[in-house]
């Protein structure tokens, strides 16, 4: 049997601890304190993991995005010759959540760029490097679903999913604003099913 | 002669200085001392003036989008039976200023939505009436240019004008992660001259 190794669980419950804090109160909002206190970890472990709160505010923003890379991934591997139709589940699936969840849900990555990247330079690297990975696999979508004939050709995949991402990020932002998925509609229908469609 | 009121350009001072630290710091990194300590203006003369913090937050943010919208205005008031060449000034000359200030200028309201949206109510309706009434230029905008025969009708100049704030908005947030304005011309690019200019 696999030994369990207590430093990488207390990692890992930190890491957890950090996305949900840092969602809801931001970087600046969000204490050292409340962050040990919440998992009971000694401060010494916490520094000896991380080294600062701000390379913990980057890490957090890294495993934050893992689980919708790995979810994204699912979908297409089980679109069946249908790249397109695994993403607009993968999309469909997404508003229910966000409504299901009161807008809350939402991505830390935009919640946090406003407040880190003109601050903190290793925080801006780790939301670049996630906004990046997260952007590949919409890139590997979107060219399946061009070799597929099903969206456009004349742009590059990498272009498509650039601007598909950064326009559903400026809709999750509406979304919490108009506590309502319309913007998220939109962005799906008009960008995806329309602009994108062949 | 017309008195100066000392009260309104206390006001004003206040919430000059809080464009500034809200932008660079947000909101809970924003100490309420040195708010006051910046403009040298009693703890009390705030209060009377705003209430609370979070009041002045939500007066910063209405304050902030106004020399938007008038500017946006002008450039339609310029633009001579073509509103779409007066559009695509606007926006020009926005990717020109965002990058000769390092991409730090970029939207207070960007900023502040994932740090307030779900914390405070008050801010919450702020951002959304300033970005409806942002939007709403861009609808006029988009109306003209509809009627001048440049962009297509078969979606209502509200609709794009949502589509476009909310992009635009992603774009800005993609802009400060990669220090780059190469996602705000891709914005511009891809969805004013192409999905929506007939």
């Known amino acids: 049997m696999e030994k369990i190794n207590q430093k990488e669980i207390n ?24 962050i040990l206190d919440a998992v009971k970890i000694p401060k010494g472990s916490f520094y000896n993991y991380f080294g600062s709160k701000e390379n913990f505010a980057a890490e957090t923003i890294e495993y934050f995005i893992l ?13 069946e010759g249908n790249a397109l139709g695994g993403l607009e589940r993968y999309i ?9 969840t009161d ?17 903190s330079d290793t925080c801006r690297i780790a939301l670049k490097t996630s906004l990046n990975r997260y952007r590949d696999v919409w890139e590997l979508g979107f060219s399946c679903a061009q070799n597929e004939g099903a969206i456009r050709t004349d742009k590059s995949a990498r272009e498509l999913a650039d601007i598909w991402v950064n326009a559903w990020q400026g809709a999750l932002l509406r979304m919490k604003v108009e506590q309502s998925v319309a913007p998220l509609n939109q962005c799906y229908q008009e960008l995806l099913l329309n602009f994108f469609k062949k």
């Not at 469909?92 to 299901?100: D, G, H, Q, W």
């Not at 807008?103 to 601050?119: A, V």
């Open 11 to 34: 990692r890992e419950n930190l890491l957890n601890k950090g996305v949900g804090l840092l969602m809801k109160q931001g970087y600046h909002g969000t204490g050292l304190k409340e």
């Open 67 to 79: 689980p919708y890379i790995t979810q994204l991934q699912n979908y297409l591997a089980q679109s």
């Open 92 to 100: 469909k699936e997404s508003i229910v959540e966000l409504e299901r």
């Open 103 to 119: 807008f809350k849900g939402s991505c830390l990555l935009g919640n946090l760029i406003g407040e880190l990247s003109d601050t």
